[in-house]
């Protein structure tokens, strides 16, 4: 999961209504049945604004909202994305509809490309006399994304932050583990580049890596994994704060990477098995072996017959 941007700065009232708007305007609610505790309530005008959120030109933005009506009145409407400039000037619409049902809680959906000289983009929705049928609405998503993902703000858990004040700035979700992380991880096809952090224990399979990775996995605490087969080269650093206990991959491509402030506890690990080439040196000093002096031998004659002989005696063992 790649990590994901809300750029809506007010979108669950969580502070106030700043931002929120339309033909009249709303008063901030506590509600239940929705993912935040509190809502736009609109008991008059015909179409409501919700709070803006940054864009780009260019870019696809998939722009949502949690509504519920009183009663049946209102059966959906119309939903438009409004594009405004950096001086807050409109440039332009984009337009979907939305279906609703009595007192049952709906999201309104659209996706369209930010046109040319955007910097601003919120929901407007109109199709109900609100003074008829009583709205309730929040939890607004502005994301640069062309599919319709789970809502998220700097509340949501785990991962969620808010970028300034919270409840009243845009939001970022992280995909960064911050428990217990168990599980399989996916096979890597392609190049991965991304770090995954965790702050408890790590007990996982990592994947195959089948093309080049480039990560860092760093664990405060323990980690227990049969690391993945190397078919590609891997550059990387595992870090551990704690003991490690891990069989380490064969290595059937280059390696280049480290093990970084190695545990002050236990490190037991089966080592890889090797193969490729090895090339090394040794600190094993060479022993002081005795050497054998042996003089030329001569030949002598005796009675009897030729002997054998040597200059200096027999031989000797010494040194140089």
């Known amino acids: 999961m790649a990590t994901r941007h809300n750029s809506c700065i007010n979108p ?3 502070n106030d209504t700043a931002g929120w708007g339309g033909e009249a305007t709303p008063t901030r609610q506590a509600v239940t049945g929705f993912g935040r505790p509190f809502a736009a309530e609109y008991t008059s005008g015909t179409f409501l604004r919700t709070s803006a959120g940054a864009v780009a030109p260019g870019l696809d933005y998939t722009a949502s909202v949690y509504i519920r009506p009183a009663n049946g009145f209102s059966s959906g409407g119309s939903i438009y994305i409004e594009w405004r400039d950096a001086a807050n000037g409109v440039i332009s619409y984009s337009n979907g509809s939305y279906t609703l049902t009595s007192g049952v809680v709906t999201r309104a959906s659209l996706t369209a490309t930010a046109p040319s000289g955007a910097a601003l983009a919120q929901i407007i929705l109109d199709g109900a006399n609100y003074a008829v049928t009583t709205v309730h609405t929040t939890m607004v998503l502005i994301e640069q994304t062309a599919a319709l993902g789970d809502y998220f703000d700097g509340d949501t858990t785990p991962g969620g932050s808010w970028d300034g004040t919270p409840g009243s700035s845009a939001s970022t979700l992280s995909d960064t583990v911050t428990g217990v992380l168990d599980g399989v991880l996916p096979a890597v096809t392609a190049s991965f580049d991304g770090a995954v952090t965790v702050e408890g224990s790590l007990t996982a399979n990592l994947p195959a890596v089948v093309m080049a990775a480039s990560a860092t996995v760093e664990v405060l605490g323990q980690i227990g994994a049969q690391l993945p087969p190397l078919t590609a080269a891997l550059s990387g650093v595992v870090e551990v704060e704690g003991s ?39 600190d094993a000093v060479d022993p002081d072996l005795p050497s054998i002096v042996v ?26």
């Open 295 to 320: 003089g030329p031998p001569r030949l002598t004659w005796l009675s009897g017959g030729v002997r054998l002989g040597w200059l200096v005696g027999p031989p000797r063992l010494g040194g140089e």
């Open 244 to 282: 490690i206990a891990a069989a380490l991959p064969a290595l059937t491509a280059s390696l280049a990477g480290q093990v970084s402030d190695p545990p002050q506890a236990v490190l037991a690990a089966v080592l890889p098995a090797i193969t490729a080439s090895l090339t090394g040196t040794s």
């Open 12 to 14: 669950c009232l969580s």
